[in-house]
T-cell receptor
Framework: GENVEQHPSTLSVQEGDSAVIKCTYSDSASNYFPWYKQELGKRPQLIIDIRSNVGEKKDQRIAVTLNKTAKHFSLHITETQPEDSAVYFCSGGAGSYQLTFGKGTKLSVIP | GAGVSQTPSNKVTEKGKYVELRCDPISGHTALYWYRQSLGQGPEFLIYFQGTGAADDSGLPNDRFFAVRPEGSVSTLKIQRTERGDSAVYLC?????????????FGPGTRLTVT
C-alpha cells in the first residue's frame, strides 16, 4: 500500500516568513495529493490539493508543488500569519477514496 | 448547507464494552469514510462506503470493528469488546462520490476513551 512520509514534524517561523513542508510517497499509482489543516480540537479541513497531471498549484499565499519522478510534493505558505498556526497533513492516493496521510507538521507562527 | 456531523462528541467506556459511533454525511454525498486518528498522528483509513456497500474495508484493524450504512446515508461504526488501544478520535468524512477525485469533508470526530 501507499506510504507517506512528512517532514518536519514541527516548524516554527516568524510572522511574515515562509514555511515549507515536504512529503514523499511510495505508490506510483497515486495521483491525488490533498493537504489538510487541523486546528487544535477541530476537524481537518482541505486547504489545497494537486493532481498528478500538474506540477504546481497556487491559491493566494499557499502553493503546492509535485515531482512525480521523485515522488515528492511540498506545501509552501508565504507571508505567514498567526492564524496559520495549526497541524498540517499531507496525503496521497489513487483517487480520493483511499487517502494515506502523513504524520503531520505542527506549524507555529510567532508574532 | 450542514456539514458532516458525528455523535457523540466524546465517549468514555470500560474495557470490554460495546460502542457505536454515528456519522451523518453531507446530504447527497454517496461516499463515506471512517478514519481513526491517534494522538500526534494523521488520520488512518478504516473503511469506505459507496452508497450502502462497503467498497473497501481493508483498514479495519480486526473483526471487533464493523461498520454499516444501511440506507446509504447515516453510518454507524461498531466496536465490540473494546480495548484500551482503541482509544482515539474516530473521524468520519464524506464526498460526492468515491470515484475520481472529490474533496473529502470531515466531521468533528468522536473522541473514544477506553478505561
Amino acid at each position: 500500500g501507499e506510504n507517506v512520509e512528512q517532514h518536519p514534524s514541527t516548524l516554527s517561523v516568524q510572522e511574515g516568513d515562509s514555511a515549507v513542508i515536504k512529503c514523499t510517497y511510495s505508490d506510483s499509482a497515486s495521483n491525488y495529493f490533498p493537504w489538510y489543516k487541523q486546528e487544535l480540537g477541530k476537524r481537518p479541513q482541505l486547504i489545497i490539493d494537486i493532481r498528478s497531471n500538474v506540477g504546481e498549484k497556487k491559491d493566494q499565499r499557499i502553493a503546492v508543488t509535485l515531482n512525480k519522478t521523485a515522488k515528492h510534493f511540498s506545501l509552501h505558505i508565504t507571508e505567514t500569519q498567526p492564524e496559520d498556526s495549526a497541524v498540517y497533513f499531507c496525503s496521497g492516493g489513487a483517487g480520493s477514496y483511499q487517502l494515506t496521510f502523513g504524520k503531520g507538521t505542527k506549524l507555529s507562527v510567532i508574532p | 448547507g450542514a456539514g458532516v456531523s458525528q455523535t457523540p462528541s466524546n465517549k468514555v467506556t470500560e474495557k470490554g464494552k460495546y460502542v457505536e459511533l454515528r456519522c451523518d454525511p453531507i446530504s447527497g454525498h454517496t461516499a463515506l469514510y471512517w478514519y481513526r486518528q491517534s494522538l500526534g498522528q494523521g488520520p488512518e483509513f478504516l473503511i469506505y462506503f459507496q452508497g450502502t456497500g462497503a467498497a473497501d474495508d481493508s483498514g479495519l484493524p480486526n473483526d471487533r470493528f464493523f461498520a454499516v450504512r444501511p440506507e446509504g446515508s447515516v453510518s454507524t461504526l461498531k466496536i465490540q469488546r473494546t480495548e484500551r488501544g482503541d482509544s482515539a478520535v474516530y473521524l468520519c468524512a464524506s464526498s460526492k462520490t468515491g470515484t475520481g477525485v472529490h474533496e473529502q469533508y470531515f466531521g468533528p470526530g468522536t473522541r473514544l476513551t477506553v478505561t
